[in-house]
């Protein structure tokens, strides 16, 4: 009887220590940490800070656009040809970094316990879709708004040079149906007239192609399965 009680005695604390260690095991593996190690290395960086400053220099030639309108700054006008070019550099500008993958390179190091695993990971220049938006919108708006000041320019200082004399809001009707293609029963009657609408007319098309390029070419890149690096423990 004695060594049945000391063996069903002996069982209870073999499995109160089972459970025991059990009890303190950690559920879901041991605790990960990640941290960057090294430097980032970005990739393209001229083309990003040339898209950057590109933004803010059309961003202030359209303010200067819709002011010329409201009220004319007379031989400031070049200001808006100026705006146009920079606008069709900035339009092209993402499509181009997304085309050679701009972007910043990390070096991540992950802890597991006592084991750890090193990684390479990429961030996109244009990670998000509001981040192409923005200087597509921005070129385009900046175009509109320039071309409007060209033509309200060209049509108060040489009289006849289209068939009624543009108001502002007329030039941007004008700036607007010629962007789009669209018909307008504003006619350019001098040479001057005809090679602006002409050369609006080139860029609305070209503009479109990008536009629709870029948003492509994004969405192309980010809805595609991306390859993990492999990991290196040491």
């Known amino acids: 009887m004695e060594n049945s009680s000391e063996e069903s005695q002996g069982l209870d604390r073999l499995l109160g220590r089972l459970a025991g260690r059990r009890a303190a095991k950690p559920r879901g593996g041991l605790p990960r940490e990640r941290f960057v190690t090294g430097e980032a290395r970005r990739e393209h960086r001229g083309l990003i800070a040339s898209r950057r400053t590109l933004t803010v220099l059309v961003s202030l030639g359209l303010v200067y656009a819709c002011v010329d309108l409201l009220f004319p700054l007379g031989a400031l006008g070049a200001i808006s040809a100026l705006t146009v070019a920079a606008a069709v550099v900035l339009l092209v500008t993402p499509l181009s970094e997304i085309a050679l993958g701009a972007g910043t390179h990390y070096e991540v190091q992950y802890k597991t316990g006592a084991r750890q695993l090193r990684k390479q990971r990429f961030e996109p220049s244009l990670g998000r879709f509001a981040d192409v938006l923005l200087p597509l919108i921005v070129a385009l708006l900046a175009q509109l708004a320039a071309f409007s000041s060209l033509h309200a320019w060209l049509?108060?200082?040489?009289?006849?040079?289209?068939?009624?004399?543009?108001?502002?809001?007329?030039?941007?009707?004008?700036?607007?149906?010629?962007?789009?293609?669209?018909?307008?029963?504003?006619?350019?009657?001098?040479?001057?007239?005809?090679?602006?609408?002409?050369?609006?007319?080139?860029?609305?098309?070209?503009?479109?192609?990008?536009?629709?390029?870029?948003?492509?070419?994004?969405?192309?890149?980010?809805?595609?399965?991306?390859?993990?690096?492999?990991?290196?423990?040491?």
């Open 155 to 234: 049509s108060r200082g040489f009289a006849g040079s289209y068939s009624e004399a543009l108001s502002p809001l007329a030039a941007v009707y004008y700036s607007l149906s010629t962007f789009s293609r669209a018909a307008v029963d504003i006619v350019p009657l001098s040479d001057g007239a005809r090679a602006l609408t002409g050369v609006q007319a080139i860029l609305g098309w070209l503009a479109g192609a990008v536009v629709v390029a870029t948003i492509l070419a994004w969405l192309i890149r980010n809805l595609r399965p991306r390859r993990t690096s492999p990991a290196t423990a040491w």
